[in-house]
């Protein structure tokens, strides 16, 4: 009776932690919940392709911008650059125009007016000066004849006489104009406004007065440097001075 006692004593003290064993075995043993282990497995299984489709979303974005802002880019460029070449043959237009009127009658007023419109040609090649006329004008506002922009007309009163040049005048020499020759060919590529017949006088009493106005238009040619809007710009200037006065009568 007494090793049975002692027995039974034993096994309930055993007991509590008997039980406790085997309620934490159970416990690790069971299973998550379906739930919780549906979650862990989405969400595991999701982690990786979501940075492969953010990685991609990425890709798309820089394919559809770098065009954009490239284009953005090399635009502003070239529209500045083409900006310059407009400035240019504006300068062309009035160094052409100031030194015909300073030129006024002088024989070689036309040689020296191309020389000033090739000097002010910064950056442009003499090939990309297309076309230069210069033409007796009836004011400060006025602009080319039509019919001067496609050959040289003869002045007469009624009618306002030009002289028109293209990129290979550039490289003539001084022989080549004052009127008529000798020297060189009997008659000049500016006979057509020859320029010893242009008004000087500050006073119209005496017919060679009040003194005309002369101008200059300039055509040319500007190489973009990408291509963006086209291989070249084709500008337009036209500007026109009064001459300055040589004699009272």
Request: hydrophobic letters at 35%.
């Amino acid at each position: 009776m007494h090793v049975l006692g002692r027995h039974k004593v034993h096994e309930e003290r055993r007991r509590p932690v008997a039980r406790f064993r085997d309620q934490w075995r159970r416990r690790l043993s069971r299973p998550s919940s379906p739930a919780h282990a549906h979650s862990h497995a989405h969400s595991h299984s999701r982690s990786h392709p979501r940075g492969l489709r953010e990685r991609g979303a990425v890709l798309v974005e820089a394919a559809i911008l770098t065009p954009v802002v490239l284009a953005l880019v090399f635009g502003t460029m070239e529209m500045g650059y083409a900006f310059y070449g407009k400035l240019t043959v504006n300068h062309m237009s009035v160094a052409g125009a100031r030194a015909a009127s300073g030129g006024a009658n002088d024989v070689l007023s036309d040689y020296n007016m191309l020389q000033a419109v090739k000097s002010a040609a910064t950056g442009m090649s003499n090939n990309d000066i297309s076309l230069i006329v210069v033409y007796r004008a009836t004011g400060p506002g006025d602009r080319v004849p039509d019919n001067c922009l496609i050959s040289s007309v003869a002045n007469t009163s009624l009618v306002r006489g030009c002289n028109r040049y293209t990129s290979a005048d550039l490289a003539l020499a001084s022989t080549q104009f004052g009127c008529i020759g000798p020297p060189g060919p009997a008659l000049k590529n500016d006979n057509n406004w020859c320029p010893t017949t242009r008004k000087t006088a500050l006073l119209a009493d005496a017919g060679n007065g009040p003194p005309d106005y002369v101008g200059v238009y300039v055509k040319g040619v500007h190489h973009n440097l990408f291509g963006v809007f086209g291989p070249s710009f084709t500008f337009t200037s036209d500007t026109v001075i009064k001459i300055e006065p040589r004699t009272l009568r």
